[in-house]
């Protein structure tokens, strides 16, 4: 679910969507982790499969998302898997040049996130924000999952012109 995340937001194949995967033990909440060179932004991803598709997403995986962004924001390399550390130049060259940080949450709920949860990613978006506006937050629910892998499966369209 991370890499369609990552296929939905940054718009890129799925080979750059697969690639950009780090989930894992001691992965500190983010799953996959990609950055747009041309546009410069750094997609950074938590994703969470449930069997209920009317939940939303529990508050103790946002906050160990949220604190996962910060450490990474703020160079705690020790605090992070061989999977990303081993994209670390890759991770403060992007950080030394972007203009913007996505953060996105995917889940297969069509509920929206709870609006105490909410607050959290509300909160820790405007301290980051606080000299600009550099990071963004975005729900990816069932709907846009489901939509995208519609729109994936569906046959080409087929333009032809026939003359008699």
Not at 34 to 53: P, R
Not at 80 to 106: G, H, M, Y
Not at 119 to 130: A, G
Request: charged share 25%; net charge negative; proline share 2%.
């Amino acid at each position: 679910m991370a890499a369609a995340a990552i296929k939905i937001s940054a718009e890129v194949d799925y080979d750059v969507a697969c690639a950009a995967l780090v989930d894992g033990g001691k992965d500190n909440g983010i799953d996959a982790i990609y950055y747009d060179a041309q546009s410069k932004t750094l997609f950074l991803v938590q994703s969470k499969w449930s069997n209920s598709h009317t939940s939303s997403i529990a508050s103790g995986e946002v906050l160990k998302f949220l604190q996962g962004v910060q450490d990474l924001v703020s160079l705690k390399k020790s605090r992070f898997n061989e999977k990303i550390q081993k994209r670390w130049n890759l991770i403060e060259d992007a950080l030394k040049r972007l203009t913007s940080v996505r953060l996105v949450v995917a889940y297969p709920g069509s509920g929206k996130i709870d609006a105490d949860i909410q607050e959290k990613i509300d909160d820790f978006i405007r301290s980051q924000n606080d000299t600009s506006e550099l990071f963004f937050f975005s729900p990816i629910t069932q709907r846009e999952l489901f939509q995208h892998f519609v729109h994936e499966a569906a046959p080409p369209k087929i333009d032809l012109t026939i003359r008699l």
